[in-house]
């Protein structure tokens, strides 16, 4: 039997499902057991990049320095739509220290966003890319953004996703403003039949608002040429990625790229493509003839870099008397922006609960504003927002418990395709959360307390994929003092990839973790993993790692056997040591066993295995929230979050922990004030700086209490894992608005949830 | 008067001529100094703008007892004479010679406080201004430490736990031992007159108030400024050049808070966080509202002279201090005079501060028991946020129950901060009981006419103000 073997791969990476060829590993491996039983793998062990982190040196892409580097920035659009008339750079080249400009009129036409170009002189939103100086110094190339002289002819806008649906609304693109030219539909079993079978029937509109990622670390990237060779330093999440971009977008090989990533500082999404930036650094560097480093500022994030979309969604549930829910309709309406990017929000509708007929309608709307890109569970916060609120509301009208009704419609089997999942453990995770939060103390009738402060208790489901699958590679090395480097072209987004990988191998070749190097984020040393999204990183690395080393394991009994020339029964391995007592006792640790083979590198390497075939891999999980809402001011305090997960194995119970926390409080910024704000009357942002788009602070953090009541999915691949990174945000805005629902009896339907609309509410 | 600033980084004193050639000027952020030198790469930018608190540095200088008082603060807002005769600490500087990390760095790793890490330098220096000072580990004043350093990885409950490790295992640490040996040297730089002059920038730092209106006199273009914390962002936003400040953050008589017989005596120049601790006991409701005020590093920068004659609608300080009555000191040259702050405030960011004048004190009287004072803020955010709404309440009671005289006084609702006339007309000669408040506060929904903008609603604004009242009364209620 051939161990490795090409397959057809299919999984769900953020929204889309990818359909790729890829090379899988047929080996098979005993599931590990439970972590109790385990050696490293669960256990709760400290990053191994925490010296660099809290010492100053980890270096991002931002801190490369480079002989003779320049600075390069970027003239971008003050208006919402606009056409350069004329574009006068000469005043700017004057200024010294300025090394070169590059504008549509001499940049190469590079396609971009589809029908448009790296530099277009249409321009569709405020923070469009204009001109890009590379100059000594960044005050200098700042200088000269003020020099550069722009005609524009102003464009007539839209900045409101309903507005550009209407027949005389300006248009961005010439296929119109509903992206692809017409909406997204799903359907399954009969609307109108399900809508007559029902007792009850609601429709509700929910809105959700624009959310910025704003990772800490500024977008950018160092960029230098040798000769025809180009090597970038990005703060990137896919540097495969990456190097396929800017090799199309240059006409380069892409042997002749490399990209490179070490640390960076967070991305949400954001940085899942190459950016303009770097390709316009690319050939400014070109023309001068010397190292280039852009970064972004924070204005310039908060314009230009993506966004999670906006979300207009109308929902029809109806159920039975008893509870059944018979039909679900969604329409929805999100802005892509000024360029095509994914707004849909249905996936929490189709497939969340066991619901006969479905019926959606979905349109992405062009708007000249920064477009959308995939952020933190793109679809599922906004989706879920909607309809864990519409089944509040509808267990409330035929008299159920919230948490019954949820069960009562609980989908045994994946309900799109009819198939089993690989494992679901929901209901353990909503009985265990209910259990932790009190919700039996939740009010009875909602908004029954008396006094100013309110509280209330209310939870959202989530349902995501996060399995992962192939392709992801990862090479093993061991040198012959017995130290291990684990080598794949995956990236840590701070996630702790570094550390769960060393975790894994540590785990198979019973070694200490501190004795395994771990590589990772270069297209010319490392072989291919996918972008780090969708929360697939650790369910699709660490298998191909355990491969690795499970392999090497072998490599080294062979070894052993042909050393102490004994069969594989009569040797014993563990903590680095070959033993044996036959004829007399021996030991051999794996250093010594390599530095007796005539390669000074052993080397394996190990490949995910596929997805198992008939199954739905997805991860669950529920929220309940705990708030005070003090109804003078409006203010909301989550006081509470209690999350409770099904996602397979716990690799780190740290970085898990980490992940959930750090998930919850995004959940809760975009449930209580994150917001970006456009200026309908000028089109343009009013917040794009950290002043006035808040996300949260050390103060609005609530008591978290976490709880897995998964111990592993061995359908799923060899280690058992599934994706946390998105799941933990995408309960937490729908289990407070319900929350806030239980506290005040009155339903907010549209994000952010600020004391304006609280207090407004009250006063209806 | 020197031409050159002098500093401690890395052990040794630095300094800095700004001679024609020179990368710096005058107007450069100690961030971007730091970051053009190779081995400070650990300190970050994240916004520039004082807002997110990846800069932070902390600043030592020496105290009336030698000793040194350390401070975190944002290094995007610092402009480089800043630094003179103090010692610039960076995240590079913690660890000692053998490599071995600090506690604060030590538990940050230890408890997985750092995930992305790019905020991480930032805490760890926040953590480490802390744990140099003798503020409690308690939960609340590690979350005041903290709330000017944005995570957007952690959800902050690893960097919390380490914090409360670390600052409660306080002891001697590497800096304790040096703080003499750096003391002294500090107090060999001089403390007097540094003037830069470049061909482009004019920087000078009077060492007195006399030396200060000289330099107005000579200098009548001159931009003033106390901490920077407003005008740094000039620069640093919207790229002005700013040829000519004068730096009053070295002018003693700026900086001294005294107790008179009846008054709390404030220098202008004093920082917003020494106010708080002033404040602490014979003005409650100024030292909750100052503790609400920026971050801490702000706090550290900010001061009550630059909160004041910013004059901004939404500024913090001022309603509270129009409650309590303050006073405010100005002078020029020779002459001073005294005003009700009421009286100072004169129209959006406009205060009747005349060509020359500095704000050199306020006076704050001492509250006799027949006084109750309460101050609010809403804002979006708990922390690090501009108000939506402020308010500040102050009622009189004569020798019966009656109210003699009513101050409210509102942040955000106008162009200025503003009292609510009619309901402290309706007021007086009221007992204070629920029924009045909540008439007073339907006088406040209808007397002002505030603005709808990006923070929240018109009518919002309109409720919120008057349940402000409601709440002074309930929380007054509930204190007896
Ligand atoms: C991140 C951030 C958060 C902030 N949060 C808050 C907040 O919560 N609440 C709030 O109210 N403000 C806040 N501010 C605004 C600012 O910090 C305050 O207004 C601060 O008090 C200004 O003081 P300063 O000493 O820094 O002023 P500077 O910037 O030095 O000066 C401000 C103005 O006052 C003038 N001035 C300074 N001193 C004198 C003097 N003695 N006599 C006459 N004129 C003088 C200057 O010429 C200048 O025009 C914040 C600012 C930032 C950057
Ligand atoms: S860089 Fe954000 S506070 Fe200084
Ligand atoms: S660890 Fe990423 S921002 Fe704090």
């Given amino acids: ?764 | 008067m020197t031409q050159q600033i002098s500093f401690i980084l890395d052990g040794r004193v630095h300094q800095l001529g700004f001679e024609p050639g020179s990368p710096y000027t005058p107007i450069t952020t100690v961030l971007q100094y730091l970051r053009s030198l190779p081995n400070h790469k650990g300190v970050k930018e994240g916004c520039a703008e004082g807002d997110c608190g990846a800069c932070t540095v902390v600043l030592a200088e020496p105290s009336a007892d030698g000793k040194l008082n350390y401070k975190a603060v944002n290094s995007c807002l610092l402009f480089l004479p800043k630094l003179h005769g103090k010692q610039l600490i960076t995240v590079e500087n913690l660890q000692d010679a053998q490599g071995t990390l600090h506690p604060v760095q030590q538990y940050v790793a230890d408890s997985n406080g750092a995930q992305c890490g790019f905020c991480t330098p930032g805490i760890v220096m926040s953590l480490f201004g802390h744990y140099k000072t003798d503020l409690s580990a308690e939960r609340e004043e590690i979350e005041d430490t903290l709330s000017g350093n944005l995570c957007r990885c952690t959800g902050y409950q690893p960097i919390f736990d380490a914090a409360l490790k670390a600052l409660d295992e306080r002891k001697e640490d590497r800096f304790s031992q040096e703080e003499q040996d750096v003391a002294a040297q500090l107090k060999t730089i001089s403390q007097s007159g540094v003037r830069i002059e470049t061909t482009t920038h004019y920087y000078s730092f009077p060492a007195s108030l006399q030396e200060a209106f000289t330099e107005m006199e000579a200098h009548p273009g001159a931009l003033l400024l106390s901490g920077a914390t407003d005008v740094a962002l000039k620069v640093t936003k919207q790229h002005q050049q700013l040829p000519e400040i004068i730096d009053l953050s070295l002018v003693p008589e700026l900086k001294k808070i005294e107790t008179t017989g009846d008054m709390l005596r404030i220098g202008g120049g004093v920082s917003v966080n020494e106010v708080l601790e002033a404040a602490q006991k014979p003005f409650p409701a100024l030292y909750k509202i100052a503790k609400r005020f920026g971050s801490k590093q702000i706090r550290h920068l900010a001061t009550v002279g630059g909160n004041l004659a910013g004059a901004s609608p939404i500024g913090d300080l001022t309603p509270v201090l129009m409650a309590l009555k303050a006073r405010v000191r100005v002078m020029r040259a020779k002459e001073q005079r005294t005003m009700a702050l009421d009286d100072f405030i004169t129209g959006y960011r406009q205060t009747a501060l005349q060509e020359g004048e500095l704000l050199t004190h306020i006076e704050i009287p001492f509250l006799s028991e027949q006084i109750k004072i309460g101050a609010y803020k809403i804002s979006k955010r708990r922390d690090l946020d501009i108000a939506t709404v402020s308010a500040a309440f102050r009622l009189e009671f004569g020798a019966g129950k009656q109210i003699s005289e009513a101050n409210l006084v509102y942040g955000g609702m106008a162009a200025m901060t503003k009292h609510a006339r009619q309901a402290e007309d309706f007021l007086q000669g009221k007992e204070w009981n629920r029924t009045h408040a909540e008439a007073a506060a339907r006088l406040i929904r209808d007397e002002f006419e505030p603005i709808s903008d990006a923070r929240s609603g018109a009518d919002f604004r309109r409720i919120v103000a008057g349940n402000l009242l409601i709440r002074f009364w309930a929380d007054d209620a509930g204190t007896k």
């Fill in chain 1, 1 to 764: 039997m051939a161990e490795n073997k090409i397959i057809k791969s299919k999984f769900f990476f953020e929204e889309e499902e990818i359909e790729q060829l890829a090379e899988v590993s047929e080996r098979k491996y005993r599931p590990w057991p439970n972590n109790d039983k385990l050696k490293v793998v669960g256990k709760g062990i400290t990053r191994l990049d925490g010296y660099d982190k809290v010492s100053g040196s980890a270096t991002y892409a931002f801190d490369v320095i480079l002989p003779r580097m320049t600075f390069a920035k970027t003239l971008r659009c003050p208006h919402p739509h606009a056409r350069i008339k004329s574009i006068d750079t000469s005043k700017a080249e004057k200024i010294k220290g300025v090394l070169g400009i590059i504008t549509y009129l001499n940049a190469p036409k590079i396609k971009w966003y589809g029908n448009s170009f790296l530099f277009d002189p249409h321009l569709r939103y405020e923070g469009d890319e204009v001109a890009c100086v590379a100059a000594v110094s960044e005050a200098i190339a700042e200088q000269a953004l003020k020099a550069i002289k722009v005609e524009y002819e102003l464009l007539p806008f839209v900045v409101d996703a309903r507005k550009a649906l209407k027949k005389d609304a300006p248009k961005l693109h010439k296929e119109g403003n509903v992206v692809r030219g017409k909406p997204s539909k799903y359907n399954r079993g009969d609307l109108q039949n399900g809508l007559k079978e029902a007792d009850v029937v609601i429709e509700q509109t929910f809105n959700t608002q624009v959310e910025i990622h704003n990772p800490t670390e500024p977008h950018g990237s160092v960029v230098n040429w040798n000769g025809d060779h180009l090597t970038i330093w990005d703060s990137t999440q896919g540097v495969f990625r990456v190097r396929s971009q800017v090799a199309a977008a240059l006409g380069l090989p892409e042997s002749n790229v490399r990209v490179i990533k070490k640390y960076m500082g967070g991305g949400f999404g954001s940085k899942l493509e190459a950016g303009k930036y770097t390709v316009m650094a690319a050939l400014l560097a070109k023309t001068i003839g010397r190292p280039v480093r852009i970064a972004l500022d924070r204005r310039e994030m908060n314009l230009a870099v993506g966004n999670r979309p906006d979300s207009f969604q109308t929902l029809k549930g109806a159920v039975t008397k008893d509870g059944r829910l018979t039909a679900l309709y969604l329409k929805s309406i999100g802005s892509a922006g000024a360029y095509p990017a994914g707004t849909g929000c249905a996936w929490p509708l189709r497939s969340m609960y066991d619901c006969p007929n479905v019926s959606v309608e979905e349109y992405g709307v062009y708007i000249n504003a920064g477009r959308a890109r995939a952020f933190r569970a793109p679809g599922h916060v906004q989706g879920f927002f909607a309809l864990e609120q519409l089944i509040d509301m509808l267990a409330e009208k035929v008299n159920m418990d919230p948490l019954e009704f949820r069960l009562q419609n609980y989908a045994h089997e994946e309900p799109n395709w009819h198939i089993p999942y690989t494992s679901k453990l929901l209901k353990q995770a909503y009985l265990v959360g209910a259990k932790s939060i009190g919700w039996e103390q939740r009010n009875k009738v909602a908004g029954s307390q008396s006094g100013p402060i309110k509280t209330g208790i209310g939870m959202s489901s989530q349902i995501w994929w996060g399995g992962g699958g192939p392709p992801a590679y990862a090479n093993l090395k061991l040198n012959r003092d017995g130290s291990v480097q684990i080598i794949a072209g995956s990236q840590d987004l701070g996630t702790g990839t570094y550390t769960i990988l060393a975790q894994v191998a540590s785990e198979v070749l019973d070694i200490p973790v501190e004795k395994i190097e771990v590589i990772l984020g270069d297209t010319d040393t490392a072989p291919y993993c996918g972008s780090s999204g969708g929360s697939t990183t650790a369910a699709s690395v660490t298998p191909a790692v355990r491969d690795a080393a499970e392999q090497m394991m072998d490599k080294l009994y062979s070894a052993a056997m042909a050393q102490f020339d004994l069969p594989k029964n009569k040797i014993k391995y563990a903590k680095g040591k070959f033993s044996t007592v036959e004829p007399k006792p021996r030991v051999l640790t794996i250093g010594q066993l390599a530095r007796k083979m005539g390669e000074r590198v052993l080397e394996t390497v190990g490949r995910r295995e596929a997805n198992p075939k008939g199954y739905a891999i997805n991860s669950f999980g529920a929220q309940f929230a705990e708030v005070a809402v003090d109804t003078n001011t409006g203010k909301i305090k989550v006081q509470k979050i209690v999350a409770a997960y099904d996602i397979g194995r716990v690799l780190n119970r740290l970085t898990i922990d980490n992940q959930i926390h750090g998930g919850i409080i995004q959940g809760l910024g975009f449930a209580l004030f994150e917001d970006r704000i456009l200026d309908r009357n000028t089109g343009k942002m009013l917040n794009a700086n950290f002043h006035d788009y808040k996300v949260p602070t050390i103060k609005d953090t609530p008591e978290i209490e976490i709880h897995i009541v998964s111990e592993t999915d061995n359908r799923l691949s060899n280690t058992g894992v599934k994706g946390v990174g998105e799941p933990a945000m995408i309960p937490t805005p729908a289990a407070v608005a319900n929350a806030v629902y239980n506290a005040i009896g009155k339903r907010i339907t549209s994000l952010p949830l600020t004391p304006d609309k609280i207090l407004m509410a009250l006063q209806s």
